[in-house]
């Protein structure tokens, strides 16, 4: 199989492509290459590099089999998505967990497109039988697949994943996974299935995906004492260093707002530029779906304003414009007094 010619090279991951590289934003090879990194440390499963090829249109069908965006082959990851994280994750732990465990792994540590993201009703045990050996769930099913991977962290511990993850294989049959639940977390299959639906409330995948990433990214630092204030621009763009995409017809970047104590603080973010169809999207960072704080609103539009409590910890904030405009965002808070929410 003959691939694309390397258009970038990083530590860790080959950008391959017979497209110009002019039509990709500025960040997304350094966050490509940094991700695969973090991706196959945090599996204990580091691969010497990635190959990752952006190859739009119906050239995918030279590569992959009954796929409408992409797939992955090894430690390749082919993609009509000029940043697929989803088909990274797969390349970067050269994935071959058991086919329904594989599929919602890359859910849960793949991207955080709005369009993987509703939970249907299905039953997982179900959806775990239908997926056997090299047999793909149906596509419907991804999130619902995410959304299982995500409650198994949050209520066993990130080893317990990493462990049953490297203990399945893409052989096995949903006995197999079975055995390897029960060998690695000490209770059934069935068991665990009825915990996740008594206890893990639905939330979409971009609440429950994994953002131990972002959080560690482009990070500003909020007011640590009462009266003091934070007043910034950040401007999405494609040629700044911090811009990600195109993808799905938009750009975005991806901050962490550290804070550094509890209190009360006021947010008041908007675009000053509404005709680039800004969208503000504001998470706590590692909150599962039993965790998401509801006062905060998740997918604010163009502006977001509120006052609220807010506990110590990490928050990212996405912000993105349409591709092929530009935004700027102004960010402005301020720290009230504290004794307001004890």
Known sequence: MELPPVVWEGQDLRYRSNEPIDRICSGTFEHLDERAAHIGALFNRPVATVDYVWTPGTTLNDYCEGSTVGCADGSIAFSVLRLD?????????????QRGLEEGL??????????????????????????????L??????????????YLPAFYGDEALVQLADATSI?????????????????SMDQMIADYEAEYPICDSTHFRYDGFDCGRNPIEFPANDGDEVDLSVRVGCDEPTTLGPRSGEIWTMLSLNVPADGRYSFDIYSENPEADPRIRLRQCDAACDEVDASLPQDAGAWLGLTACLSAGNYTLRLSAAEGT???????SERFDSTSCE
């Open 326 to 332: 530009a935004a700027s965002f102004r960010i402005q």
């Open 106 to 135: 890359a859910v849960a540590f793949g991207d955080d497109r709005v369009l993987a993201g509703h939970v249907d009703n299905s039953d997982i045990e179900t959806v775990l039988r239908d997926t056997g050996p090299y047999l």
């Open 85 to 97: 994280e989803h088909e990274l994750f797969h390349a970067a732990r050269d994935g071959r967990a």
């Open 171 to 187: 052989d096995d049959d949903y006995e197999g996974l079975a055995a390897s639940v029960e060998a690695v977390v000490g209770i």
């Open 137 to 150: 769930p149906d596509g419907v099913h991804y999130p619902r697949l995410g959304h299982f991977v995500s």
